[in-house]
């Protein structure tokens, strides 16, 4: 299974964790991040998440990599939705398994935050006043 992946169909999480699951491990820690129905003030009726695929997965792959090597993780993985997703859907989710708790909080953190600053997805939002902005990067999405 990748390191990271999009994915057109809703997050199977429970399949995704299993994923993760190491005898090693003392520690698992997960995000979710789920649309939302505001931003900046504004009403949010849903959104559309759209990718440069190859690019993503590949920068996807990477940080996850790297914060394998930073916190001393067994496993970890992120996935991402692409497409339109309504408000209160699973837009990513990311998942670290480490021998202690600490090392698995700090890789979860990083790799959210560095896939919302680095890796190639746009956000299209659709205001309840019938406009639509795109956003990018999604550094203060979901």
Sequence with gaps: MPRFLLSAEPLDVAALGAGLRDPRAGGFATFEGWVRDHHAGRAVDGLDYEAYGALAEREGERIVAEAMARFDVLAAC?????????????AVWVGVSAAHRGAAFDACRYIIDEVKQRVPIWK?????EGDADWLHPVADGP
């Design 78 to 90: 992120c996935a991402h939705r692409v497409g339109a997703l309504a408000i209160g859907d699973l």
């Design 124 to 128: 299209r939002e659709h205001y309840r």
